[in-house]
């Protein structure tokens, strides 16, 4: 959770704390990912990382990832779940919202398959609470023109 201090949080503060809250319900047994769209000070949609629609959870199958000892950040196709990040994208698809100059406040910095999503969904911005040991990500987010900042409030 996000420690804010003062009667009334900064923008960036309430979302990000709204991108926490909605990790909860992430299913992942290595971490715990949610993000928040917003355009305008609105929220579109929000997403949390776990499998998809239907199938069994790792919390209910195991984590193939643990089973196979693969480091955090590697191999991501070998992963049961959607990213937060991608299943907020989809979930505003789904629901027809247009996430075009929106900006998105996720618990973790993006990884290079969900950074791919948030430069053709036209997202502007992304903000972050923690960060991700992926270069190619970063480097893809800067060329495309789409902002990313770290989250500076307190973050517990």
């Known amino acids: 959770m996000i420690e804010i201090s003062g009667e009334r949080p ?5 979302f990000m704390e709204i991108a926490h809250v909605v990790s909860k319900r992430s299913t992942c047994l290595r971490h715990k990912n949610g993000a928040v769209l917003v355009r305008d000070k609105h929220i579109l949609s929000t997403g949390y990382n776990g499998a998809p629609r239907g199938l069994p959870h ?4 195991g984590c ?3 089973q196979m000892k693969i480091p955090s950040g590697q191999r991501h196709e070998l992963c049961r779940g959607a990213h937060a990040e ?3 994208i989809i979930q505003a698809a789904l629901h027809g919202i247009s996430t075009v100059n929106s900006i998105m406040y ?3 910095q993006p990884c290079v398959l969900c950074s ?3 430069i053709n969904a036209r997202i502007t911005e992304v903000i972050y609470a923690h960060p991700y040991a992926d270069d190619l990500a970063v480097k893809l987010l800067n ?3 789409v902002r990313l900042r770290k989250f500076e409030g307190k973050v517990k």
Not at 10 to 14: E, G, R, T, V
Not at 58 to 61: A, H, L, M, Y
């Open 116 to 118: 791919k999503l948030i």
């Open 106 to 108: 996720s618990t973790h």
């Open 64 to 66: 193939l990832r643990e």
């Open 86 to 88: 991608a299943n907020a």
């Open 58 to 61: 790792c919390s209910e199958v």
């Open 143 to 145: 060329s495309a023109g």
């Open 10 to 14: 900064s923008i960036d503060a309430y």
